[in-house]
């Protein structure tokens, strides 16, 4: 019998501390994800007024997030994030994911924020893997190259949308043309998405032109 309650203890004993222990952890984890998920939510939010600043916008940028698919700018099928900086009524801009898949050591992560007239508004890199010293100064605490873009478009001269040892208007980095090529490339693609796609990202309404008899169609 006091072998019996002996172990029916140790078995309480360890029930309960399993308990215990799973209850910790767990509250650790939310504690944890929520930190994350805030630090990640300040951090996105930094990027976005980097490109379009707060004085330039009536809405919160972070809270103005829309979703569209496009394989050729993020190499995925499934629903990206896209954001639309407001003045009153109007969509001044959107800022759009991009993927580089050809850099130097695999895939950039980018934002491009567009204008509604065309113009590039900013750029900033999200995330790399680039050769520190050499492909990582395409991040703006490394080097003031992803400023060159601000205010540029490429519709208003396609083939100088290149780095200049390819013929274009870039700088390409000493040691490192890879890596700015494949920014160039990548920025010009969202672009070309934006003006092929720009009254449903600027929330345009439809023309309307007059048919035959007088009436308006769409």
């Known amino acids: 019998m006091q072998l019996l309650t002996s172990l029916s203890r140790s078995s309480f004993a360890l029930t309960l501390f ?3 222990t799973a209850a910790v952890i767990a509250v650790t984890q939310v504690g944890t994800a929520e930190r994350i998920d805030k630090n990640e939510r300040e951090q996105q939010a930094r990027a976005l007024y980097e490109i379009i600043p707060k004085d330039q916008v009536s ?3 972070l809270e103005s997030g829309f979703e569209f698919v496009s394989y050729e700018l993020t190499g995925s099928a499934l629903p990206a994030t896209g954001y639309r900086a407001m003045q009153g009524d109007q969509v001044t801009a959107v800022i759009l994911p991009v993927v580089a898949p050809d850099g130097y050591n695999g895939r950039i992560n980018l934002i491009v ?17 680039e050769t520190p010293g050499l492909g990582d100064k395409i991040e703006l605490k490394k080097s003031n190259w992803i ?3 601000d205010g540029t478009s490429k519709a208003e001269n396609p083939n100088s949308w290149a780095v200049k040892k390819d013929g274009g208007r870039f700088d390409q980095f000493t040691g490192a043309t890879i890596t700015p090529r494949a920014v160039v490339k990548a920025v010009g693609l969202v672009q070309d998405y934006f003006a ?9 309404a439809e023309t309307k032109t007059p048919n035959n008899d007088g009436q308006e169609s769409h």
């Open 18 to 20: 399993a308990i215990v």
């Open 113 to 129: 924020g567009i204008y509604a007239d065309g113009r590039v508004a900013g750029v900033r890199v999200l995330g790399h893997q």
């Open 59 to 61: 809405n919160d940028l």
């Open 196 to 204: 092929f796609n720009r009254a449903k990202l600027l929330q345009l």
């Open 147 to 149: 400023l060159s873009f």
